[in-house]
């Protein structure tokens, strides 16, 4: 999966630890920490170069820790990203994670890769480490707390429950592209037609090849083409009030704010989000028509 996102301009190089590395981790968002931490190393060479992605383990002292913002004494599983990029200027480091700071052009990126990043570490009571300058490529090693046991004796992950299924259409509308294919290919494995957009005016286009057929609109709030998420929304469902929409954002729900949202076929769902959430949330929001004529049908029953 990586080669694809990467190109054949990027040499790969994978070490992983000798022997199995327990954490308590949800399996979709490190996936997702992996995808946007490789598009990331990708962006930083595009003249090519070299990735390696390594995990081994870590005894932090107590001495260390103190000097670590998050950080915590014991043993830590480190997973490490590298590459041969162009860096990051030391001016620059203090603000990677915040959301929307990007050194890339415009129309390159959000800025909001990182902050996901840094949002789902901290889910997992994780921290990270960076190491960078101009011209000698990027560090980053985060610290998962390590649980003793074998990995099978670690409790599973809701995203081991099996993923709801259907066979309806759906338009994902995500400028991350690392976001938008783990979402669309989740969503493709089960079962769904999905198409997908990387932004407002993209996904208008798409919709006006297969309204007829689209059940379902999946959309990133603040986007960079000009056009929000609600915007966005909010002129599908005037063509098909039907439609449900689901609305998401790495900024919580203020992003909704002093936006015109005239329907009320929406829902809401917080970045980082697992892949088991968003799966039972657009299960859920599909079923909604099919509860909604079961309760008039018994309303009617003598």
Known sequence: MFHRIIGEDIALQSIPADSALPIRADTGMIEQVLLNLVVNARDAMPKGGRLQIATNLEIVDSEAAAQITDAKPGPHVVLTVTDSGIGIPAEDLPHIFEPF?????????????????????????????VQSAPGEGTKFKIYFPAVNGQASSVPTSTLTQPLPRGSETLLVVEDERAVRQLVSN??????????????????????????DHIQLLLTDVIMPDGMSGTELGGRLAIEN???????????????????????????????????????????????????ELLQQQDASLP
Do not use: M
């Not at 390159?108 to 990270?128: E, F, P």
């Not at 999905?194 to 286009?205: I, P, Q, S, W, Y």
């Open 186 to 211: 989740t969503l493709e494995h089960c079962g769904y037609k999905v198409f997908t957009a990387a932004n407002g005016r993209d996904a208008l286009e798409v919709w006006q090849k297969n309204k």
């Open 101 to 129: 700071f990007t050194t890339k052009e415009a129309g390159k990126g959000t800025g909001l890769g990182l902050a996901t990043v840094y949002g789902i570490v901290k889910q997992h009571h994780a921290w990270l480490a």
């Open 241 to 291: 009030p039907k439609l449900k929409i689901i609305y998401t954002s790495g900024h919580g729900q203020k992003a909704l704010e002093n936006t015109d949202r005239q329907h009320h076929t929406e829902s809401f769902i917080q970045k980082p989000y697992s892949l088991q959430q968003i799966a039972t949330l657009i299960r859920s929001r599909l079923d909604e028509p099919k509860a």
